[in-house]
């Protein structure tokens, strides 16, 4: 009954159409203004939309845009001058930090201990240049001296003068070598810096491949094998950069250990040098001596000697009382910029070491570094206004100018550059990284970070 009632109706909905379905014809036939408005009204629509389309082309015309950037800031690593254990970490991570806040402390007592014995020796030895001043004055009064005894310390101060020079040469020569093993650290910290941004660039282009025939799955033009290489491939990539980012590091630490090495060369140099002076001015004083033979005793050249000696011996103390000072001064690391703490790897307890990175503090002043196509760069000069939307903040139009403009591309300064000499020569489209200043950036700007991605649109006619 439902099925034949269902009939009914549908031939009784049909039947008026089936009346009218002839009468169109004629109606449209009989009817040309109606075809005439409609032709009309399509060309103004096509007349409108070529329009819309022009003012987009005049309004975009003197812009050029890219998603090739960045933002960037000044990072500063803060290391520990002496090697110790830590007794305070007195900040958190994130947290922004004037410049001379207490950041580590060290315990000091090696330290304390290493001030007290250099002081303590330094008092010594002006206890034993007084006694040597008193002995002098004593001899001039009870003794003489007796020409073959200043004869032998003229030849005693002769030979401590060349082994003093000869103590300076090879002093000199280790210093020489250990400024030769700085300049091989420091170009093996280079080389390990350039793989980091060629490794860098691989990761981005691998994550971008994948990321594209990710799009390209649904569609069936890749496979999910294929996909799951380009997966693989990115993922590769990026465990290469944090492999050659530790190897700067571990780079960057033989640096300091090669710098070490210098300076520990330069005082041995100085300490020869002084040596060297002390054994001139006891030749002096020995010659003084013989030519004065007969009037002073013979035990005042000696004790001149000694004299001179213990003189030395105070202000070389003197010098190690400072450096202990100074050491001791090291165990408080305080921040050398203002800034936010980054990356902060070390807890009370740690043993750290000369030269190692405790924490980072990346100053809040920033910028974008902005990869565009050469093509781009053909009206582009410092000082173009540029608006830069940051992807955190989508609702957010930033202000800036272009500061400056790299002379050479990022290719050019790759570990490897490409070499077209060879082979089947593909032309690319270069990029030259462009610095922009952020001009005016909102006081309530709630977070900003560097390596944030951004798209800056520079004007530039």
């Excluded at 201990?113 to 009870?142: M, Q, Y």
């Excluded at 799009?215 to 492999?243: I, N």
Aim: hydrophobic share 45%.
């Amino acid at each position: 009954m439902v099925q034949n009632n269902h009939t009914e109706e549908t031939q009784i909905q049909a039947a008026p159409a089936a009346k009218e379905s002839p009468a169109l014809p004629e109606a449209n036939a009989g009817n040309p203004s109606r075809r005439k408005t409609f032709m009309l009204i399509l060309l103004g629509l096509i007349v409108l939309g070529a329009c819309a389309g022009g003012l987009w082309l005049w309004l975009t015309w003197d812009y050029v845009s890219t998603d090739d950037a960045f933002v960037d800031a000044h990072i500063i690593y803060v290391s520990p001058q002496v090697a110790a254990h830590v007794n305070k970490v007195l900040v958190l991570d994130n947290q922004f930090v004037q410049k001379g806040t207490p950041l580590v402390q060290l315990d000091p007592r090696d330290f304390q201990a290493a001030l007290d014995r250099a002081e303590a020796a330094l008092r010594v030895a002006r206890a034993n240049h007084r006694a040597s001043k008193f002995g002098l004055a004593l001899i001039h009064r009870t003794s003489r001296a007796a020409v073959d005894q200043a004869l032998a310390e003229i030849s005693i101060a002769r030979s401590q003068i060349a082994q003093a020079r000869a103590a300076r040469a090879g002093a000199e020569s280790n210093l020489l070598e250990a400024k030769a093993n700085v300049a091989a650290a420091a170009a093996a910290v280079a080389h390990a810096q350039a793989q980091v941004l060629a490794d860098s660039a691989t990761a981005i282009k691998s994550q971008q491949d994948y990321q594209r025939y990710s799009k390209l799955l649904k569609s069936g033009d890749v496979t999910p094998s294929q996909l799951e290489t380009y997966r693989a491939a990115a993922v590769s990539a990026q465990a290469y950069v944090v492999a050659d980012r530790t190897e700067v590091m571990a780079k960057q630490a033989m640096v300091d250990q090669a710098r070490a090495a210098v300076a520990a060369a330069r005082q041995s140099v100085s300490a020869a040098q002084a040596a060297l002076a002390r054994s001139l001015a006891g030749l002096v004083l020995a010659k003084a001596q013989l030519s004065s033979v007969n009037v002073v005793p013979q035990q005042v050249g000696k004790q001149s000697s000694n004299v001179s000696a213990g003189s030395a011996t105070i202000a070389e103390l003197k010098a190690a009382v400072e450096q202990a000072k100074l050491n001791l001064s090291y165990c408080d690391i305080d921040a050398p910029v203002s800034g936010y703490v980054t990356r902060k790897v070390v807890e009370p307890g740690d043993y750290v070491t000369i030269g190692q990175n405790l924490l980072a503090i990346v100053r809040p002043k920033m910028w974008v570094i902005a990869n565009f196509k050469e093509t781009d760069l053909t009206h582009m000069k410092p000082g173009d206004p540029a608006t830069i939307s940051i992807d955190a903040y989508p609702k957010v139009n930033f202000k800036g100018y272009v500061q400056s403009i790299q002379a050479g591309t990022g290719a050019k300064f790759s570990l490897l550059p490409p070499e077209n000499a060879t082979g089947n020569y593909v032309k690319v489209v270069q990029r030259v990284p462009v610095k922009i200043l952020f001009k005016d950036l909102p006081a309530k700007l709630p977070y900003l970070a560097a390596g944030m991605s951004a798209v800056p649109e520079v004007k530039v006619r």
